[in-house]
């Protein structure tokens, strides 16, 4: 059996985050990101996604699902609702924090219900959950960059959340409508 540990298995395992830097083109664009990272989902996983108004994180969230096969609810935020339930190839609970006013409220939710579930959970405006979030999580920052694109900044803490990043990272790029390839998205390495 061989022992040698390539250099990307060495950055899965490091106790530094890995992170992905990711721009969007489009709408489309930043929900098949989403889909990437919803197929390497095995339940259980919390991602939190964080950015300004308009940027992208409840399409991200649409791309999550249509990667977990949720395909027949359509995926909108919850923002006066705070939770929504879907069903798919894993169970998948949709949240949006935007409306809390103290990190405490998110106890009055019942998101700390699905921990150690099968669930898979992604919070919109997660930075409002603070210390409430399990600190091993995905981490997707969207931020404008023009009228349609997004940069998307993926960052993974825990073992777990590494290895997705990993393999999302090792998937062929998005193509343009042109047909053509896209140049590869850039890694951020943590030396």
């Known amino acids: 059996m061989n022992k040698t540990k390539t250099r990307r298995d060495r950055s899965v395992e490091s106790s530094k985050p890995v992170k992905l830097d990711w721009l969007s083109r489009s709408p ?64 998948f609970a949709h949240a949006d924090l935007f409306r809390i006013e103290r990190a405490e409220d998110i106890l009055d939710l019942g998101l700390l219900e699905y921990l150690d579930s099968p669930w898979v959970v992604a919070i919109e405006w997660a930075d409002k959950g603070g210390r409430f979030l399990p600190a091993e999580r995905l981490k997707i920052r969207l931020t404008h960059q023009g009228e349609t694109s997004r940069r998307i900044k993926v960052e993974a803490t825990g073992n777990r959340y590494k290895k997705i990043v990993a393999e999302a990272q090792q998937t062929a790029p998005l193509q343009k409508k042109t047909g053509r390839p896209r140049p590869p998205a850039r890694a951020n390495k943590q030396r």
Do not use: C, M
Request: aromatic content about 10%; overall charge neutral.
């Open 28 to 91: 489309e664009e930043t929900r098949a990101y989403g889909e990437r990272i919803g197929k390497l989902l095995d339940g259980g996983e919390w991602i939190a996604l964080d950015g300004p108004l308009g940027a992208g994180k409840t399409q991200f969230v649409q791309g999550l699902a249509r990667g977990l096969g949720i395909t027949d609810n359509p995926i909108t935020s919850p923002t006066f609702v705070f939770v929504h339930e879907f069903r798919g190839r894993r169970p």
